[in-house]
Every structure is written in structure tokens, then in C-alpha cells.
């Protein structure tokens, strides 16, 4: 197999699970949460701000870090893993948030 049919194959798999997903989410997981009253819905979807949180705040941070030819050693390598902790703090909290708004929910019904 050629390296473009590598990425041909990979591609078609991506889109075939994304796919996937987002039926699931059609057929089984939103019609489920439309069953919930209407703040046991909303509680579930703070658990879903730590993806764009993630990808939009924190992924920058990634990137840089991650970048080819980084000096490791460096002071700004230092910097960018003390934000990448600061950053993580508040992907920590949003998660305990939402657990802890889900936990109410359910010990409050």
C-alpha cells in the first residue's frame, strides 16, 4: 500500500467514525436526554465545555510546546509548561463543575 492510500484509507476511516458518531448521537444519546427533565439536560452538557476549552484554549499552548526543533532547555519552553499547567487547572475545575452539577442532579431528583 502506497503511502497515498495510507492517508486515502485513513481519511475514508476518520470520516466513517465521525459518521458513525454523530448518528449515534441522532438516534440514541439525544433522544435519551430529551427524556430528562429540562435541567438534567442542561446539567450534562457542562461536561462538554472541556472539549472547547481543549481544542481552543489550551491547544495553542500544545502546538508550541510540540513544536519541531523546540529547545527544551529553554526559558520560554519553561513559561509554556507552566501556562500549559495554569490551562489544565481550568480544564480541571470546568470537569469538577460538571461533575459536581451532575452529582445535584441526580441526589436532588
Known amino acids: 500500500m502506497s503511502e497515498l492510500e495510507t492517508f486515502q484509507f485513513l481519511a475514508t476511516l476518520s470520516a466513517a467514525l ?4 454523530a448518528i449515534y448521537i441522532n438516534v440514541a444519546e439525544h433522544p435519551a436526554r ?8 442542561a446539567m ?5 465545555a472541556v472539549v ?3 481544542f481552543i484554549v489550551i ?3 500544545n502546538r508550541q510546546l ?7 532547555g529553554s526559558a520560554e519552553t519553561r513559561r509554556l509548561l507552566g501556562r ?3 490551562l489544565h487547572g481550568v ?4 470537569s469538577a463543575i460538571a461533575t459536581i452539577l451532575m452529582l445535584w442532579g441526580i441526589f436532588a431528583a
Open 66 to 72: 510540540l513544536a519541531a526543533g523546540r529547545d527544551l
Open 18 to 21: 465521525f459518521a458513525g458518531a
Open 91 to 94: 480544564r480541571s475545575i470546568t
Open 84 to 86: 500549559w499547567g495554569k
Open 44 to 48: 450534562q452538557w457542562a461536561i462538554g
Open 52 to 54: 472547547p476549552i481543549t
Open 34 to 41: 430529551m427524556r430528562l427533565d429540562t435541567r438534567s439536560a
Open 59 to 61: 491547544m495553542p499552548t
